[in-house]
């Protein structure tokens, strides 16, 4: 596990932690860990995490317990940058993959991607491999969409240790991809897992990517929620409302205790 002496500084927004980073230094990160022969992963946190883990105390110590907690929306740059934290950057899955990707012919890494809907992992696998020639995804796994059984598990764990994989990509969605982080790191002997979520299905062309204006803005979430109403607005309906009120519970509560000191 990371330790404070090799990590970029964290600040907490509601009890979950974020590393102020960038994305050029969370890349360069995963390349030292591979170097190193670490054991790692890392969680993408927005807006939806940190609702999600208000209620859910063990997808929050999953997340606190990360190598890498990287601001996955503007919300959480906003917060960064107001807590001091001048240079952070929103490290967005599709984001981090392009780079990653990019850099990996040269770097000689190898990947596996796991998750997504039927035949996602291998549309992706195919479009990374034209769009970045050289690159070396040894391995894809869809999943059943229910429980695994521990024969399974064991199953899959020989099987992305077979490819050799230096990162295992985990496209699963907030929170089953953190949950299988955490329960299969201990099996994997990839120096690096990812929960990406719904970074597979951008990459693959199953979903339309917002324009870079709209991701600086801070309303992704609502290009996102246009563009997948049925799914999303529900989603969105709780997720923002609650988010300001953690939030902002949290700027009054640092308000009262400057003016305390």
Avoid at 223 to 252: C, I, M, N, Q, T
């Amino acid at each position: 596990m990371a330790t404070p002496a090799d990590r970029p500084e964290r600040f907490e927004v509601a009890g979950v932690k974020v590393d102020a980073i960038t994305l050029r230094e969370t890349v360069d990160l995963i390349d030292r860990w591979i170097q190193e022969g670490r054991r790692e992963y890392i969680v993408l946190t927005g807006a939806h995490g940190v609702v999600e883990m208000q209620n859910d105390h063990e997808l929050r110590a999953i997340n606190n317990r990360a190598a890498l907690t990287t601001p996955d929306g503007m919300p959480l740059v906003w917060l960064g940058r107001r807590r001091g934290h001048a240079n952070i950057e929103k490290v967005y899955a599709p984001d981090i993959m392009n780079l990653e990707f990019s850099l990996s012919v040269r770097r000689a890494h190898k990947h596996f991607l796991y998750g997504g809907k039927a035949g996602v992992a291998e549309t992706l696998a195919h479009r990374i491999s034209q769009r970045f020639p050289g690159v070396a995804i040894t391995g894809t796994y869809t999943p059943p969409f229910r429980p695994l059984s521990e024969l399974e598990e064991e199953e899959i764990a020989r099987t992305i240790n077979a490819s050799h994989a230096d990162i295992v990509w985990c496209g699963l969605g907030c929170p089953k991809q953190e949950r299988w982080m955490a329960r299969f790191r201990p099996k994997l002997t990839a120096a690096v897992l990812i929960g990406v979520g719904a970074g597979f299905d951008f990459l693959a062309g199953g979903r339309p990517l917002a324009p870079d204006w709209i991701k600086r803005s801070g309303f992704e979430w609502a290009y996102r929620a246009l563009s997948e109403p049925k799914r999303l607005l529900p989603r969105y309906a709780r997720v923002v409302p609650s988010f300001v009120y953690y939030a902002g519970r949290d700027e009054l509560r640092r308000a009262v205790d400057a003016l305390m000191r």
